[in-house]
């Protein structure tokens, strides 16, 4: 079974700083998706990345995918309060099943 | 494009009663996946569907079970609820016409067993 291990579970941060999370596996993913998750919602779809060593930004969030894809990367720069939210990574296992990491909470204080 | 939408979005249901949820896939969407999401487990797939087909299930007992519509329409049972069962329940739909496997997911059913 595939795992995706994502890190840091837990970020509190202020207005302005930059941050990175990580989600790590062992495994090859044909591709990996970042999603962004309210309270009480569904999971928003940030970014996919297929090709290893691929890099994407999207306004202040950067996205990279491994050589080797099995791991990525999310760095946001300037953080704001209303980055706040649940960031998911998941990767593609086939057959139209997605192995999720557990998440990583983040509040940005003003 | 209208989103992924699902119904109902609460419920509130006891123990040993069967539930029904139902998920509408992006226009020409023709494959479903379904998830629940629990505080202690994450996100766990539990099936998905392509062209009224189960292709793929996760590990999850026979009292989780599903079925697909031929307008890509799903719909996921549960019976025998246990506590814990309660969970939001995901869909999610994607596109065959991408090489890859990129998921747009609906905002939920909160199901809540007593």
């Known amino acids: 079974t595939q795992l995706l291990e994502q890190s840091p579970q837990f970020l509190s941060i202020q207005e302005g700083e930059n941050l990175t999370v990580y989600c790590n596996s062992s495994?090859?993913?044909?591709?990996l998706q970042w999603y962004r998750q309210e309270p009480g919602e569904g999971p928003v779809l940030l970014v996919t990345?297929?090709?290893?060593?691929e890099v994407k930004k999207l306004k202040r969030l950067t996205f990279q995918f491994g050589d080797a894809r099995k791991d990525s990367s999310l760095h946001i720069t300037a953080a704001q309060p209303g980055d706040t939210g649940l960031y998911l990574c998941?990767?593609?296992?086939?057959?139209?099943?997605?192995?999720f990491g557990q998440g990583t909470e983040l509040s940005v204080k003003p | 494009k209208a989103g992924v939408t699902q119904t109902p979005r609460y419920l509130i249901k006891t123990r040993g009663q069967q539930v029904t949820l139902s998920c509408s896939p992006i226009?020409?969407?023709?494959?479903v996946s379904w998830y629940q999401q629990t505080p202690g487990q994450g996100l766990q797939f539990l099936f998905e569907?392509?062209?009224?087909?189960?292709?793929n299930k996760g590990n999850f007992p026979g009292r989780f079970s599903g079925r697909q519509f031929s307008n890509s329409r799903s719909e996921m049972n549960v019976s025998t609820l246990e506590l814990g069962d309660s969970a939001l329940y995901l869909c999610?739909?994607?596109?065959?016409?991408?090489?890859?496997?990129?998921?747009?997911f609906g905002p939920g059913t909160r199901l809540t067993v007593l």
């Open positions: 999610a739909s994607s596109s065959t016409g991408v090489p890859y496997n990129e998921q747009f």
């Open positions: 226009s020409g969407h023709r494959s």
């Open positions: 495994s090859v993913f044909s591709s």
């Open positions: 569907y392509f062209s009224e087909t189960q292709r």
């Open positions: 990345v297929v090709t290893g060593g």
């Open positions: 998941a990767g593609d296992q086939g057959g139209g099943k997605l192995i």
